[in-house]
């Protein structure tokens, strides 16, 4: 028993437990694990070894490991439709450079993907990251209106002629036009990448149109709005292997042996559990109620003069430029938490401030939503978060860097004591109290 074996780790593990059963967890990329999911990881599956693919693996003793992969793929192929997945990426940033690994000639071809100031992600050729290191990148960005901006894509793909185009981000509140970016692709001669790591659940749901139909492949973590384990999958369409009929195995040699060694076989299992779950209707009435849920916020928060970026949310997510409130997204979320709710600090579109002091937060509710949460919830939630900033409006953020530190430090200290803030965070327990993590 870990608690009286390593009673250190354990104690931490049930404080985590404890702290997130107790707050609204409303970072968009996060979500509750079903009670299974969690079950599979921790299984025997994790000692096993099982370099290469099912019915071709390096080691032995992988009957049953391959039993599982090839029920984690089939099931991956029936909810998605597509003909070809691979199950065995760690996680999504693996699983893109898995791709770009499959398809680019480092140095040389370019990627073509939201820029990371704008939504995109840091994987989507980030100067900061390996793919924007070691391929030339030609990021895009968002319209004045905050929304993707077709007409300039598609010059700027013209123009440069990208290898691969990537649609899919980390930070836009909108639908995303697939069948848009699939024309674009067409007439450049792109690869078209769907990375739908944060839709995912949506898109199994119906509550967001599938990519399926109009792109190559479709890289998807399953941890967000999927409720899986970490990890995540690479998947290539009927037209993907059209384009290119050796994709799924310039994909498969791309992952292992390019990238990665041997699957985790209990991350596999978990995976499968949950495309089980999301395979069943309950599924389908989460994902339409995140959506419902993230429109609802938007509407009540557009009601306390709240900026949201693009003017509100079609997705899981809100994200919110703060600069009319004057309040900086560091400190806003830093108040949140102390109140109960946590968001993460994020920039907005044309930012001014540094990363780590942007102007803007971004929250959403897939994992509130997995609790049971519904509208009559987000009224209260968009009351809480419109008390907690106001109780903050007064700290403004040093412009000189230099004072930023002990600035931190003063607004921390005097933030934690905040009675208003506490208050709110009994209310918030209160509340998640009705709606236990299932
Ligand atoms: C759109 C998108 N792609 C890829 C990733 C990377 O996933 P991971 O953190 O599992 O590497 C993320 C993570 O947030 C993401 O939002």
Known sequence: ????????????????????EEVLEMIPSENYASKEVMEALGTMLTNKYSEGYPKKRYYQGNKIVDEIEIIAEERAQKLFGVP?????????????SAVFLALLEPLKDKIMGL??????????????SFSGKYFKTVPYTLGKDGMLDYGQIEKLALKEKPKIIICGFTAYPRVIDFKKFGEIADKVGSYLLADISHITGLVV???????????????????????????????????GIKKDPDLPSKIDK??????????????????????????KPSF???????V?????????????DFNLVSGGSDNHLLLIDLSNKQVNGAIAAFALEVAGIVVNKNA????????????????????ITTRGMKEKEMVKIAKWFNEAISEVKNYRLPQAKEERAEFWKKFKKETAKNKKLLLIAKEVKALTKKFPIK
């Open 84 to 96: 070809y997945a691979n199950i065995q990426p760690y996680s999504g940033s693996p699983a893109n």
């Open 205 to 239: 749901a119906g509550a967001h149109p599938s990519p399926v139909p109009y792109v190559h492949i479709v890289m998807t973590t399953t941890h967000k709005t999927l409720r899986g384990p970490r990890g995540a999958m690479l998947m290539v369409t009927e037209k």
């Open 1 to 20: 028993m870990l608690k009286t074996k390593d009673p250190a780790v354990y104690k931490l593990i049930k404080e985590e437990e404890k702290r997130q």
């Open 348 to 367: 907005v579109p044309e930012d001014p401030m540094p990363p780590f002091y942007p102007s803007g937060i971004r929250l959403g509710t897939p994992a």
């Open 292 to 304: 419902k849920n993230s429109r609802k916020l938007a509407e009540e928060l557009l009601k306390y």
């Open 254 to 279: 791309a992952v292992f042996p390019g990238l990665q060694g041997g699957p985790h076989d209990n991350q596999t299992a978990a995976i499968a559990v949950a495309l089980g779950e999301a395979a």
């Open 115 to 128: 820029s990371l100031a704008f939504g995109g992600h840091l994987t989507h050729g980030s100067p900061v």
């Open 284 to 290: 389908k009435a989460y994902g339409n109620q995140i």
